[in-house]
């Protein structure tokens, strides 16, 4: 089965064209080596009822499998990322966020201040990354191989999760 999916990179300074997107272009790279379709690229401002509008019409309009956002996890006054997607989800899904941090605290403590989400919009999961390219690579490497099952499940595919024991 083919996914879609949508990269949304939030930064003030990459919305104004002073600063070249290297995290969203490392998350589009990773989705579509791991057989994703990504068709739709963006890059806003750290505005969080542009990002909630963003987030509405990739999932609801566009009806995408998958949503990554890079960008505006941090702990400055603008990152509000985690608050415009927890303003649009249904469930939180907490497990992707936990290892996509214990994954970047393995090359710095700094990932511990992360505070991206994941979640269930619909029939779309969200996830949301920092905006350093080195820790989008550690996160999405850290939960890619989950992802496509996740998403499978979000769109109701009621198979076991693993095989029966015998």
Known sequence: MS?????????DKGSKGEREDLSG????????????SVKFYEVLPDEEEEIRKKLIEFSDENQLDLIV???GTGLT???????????VIKREVTGIAEAMRLEGLKKTPNSMLSRGIAGVRGKTLI???????GAVRDGLSAVLPVIRHAVEKI????????????
């Open 69 to 71: 956002t890079t960008g």
């Open 155 to 166: 769109q109701g595919d009621a198979s076991e999760c693993a095989p029966k024991s015998s």
């Open 77 to 87: 006054p603008r990152d509000v990322t985690p608050e415009a997607t927890r303003a």
């Open 25 to 36: 272009k490392v998350a589009v790279e990773l989705i579509e080596s791991n057989g994703f």
């Open 127 to 133: 996830i949301n990354l920092p905006g350093n390219p």
């Open 3 to 11: 996914f879609t999916a949508g990269v949304l990179t939030l930064s």
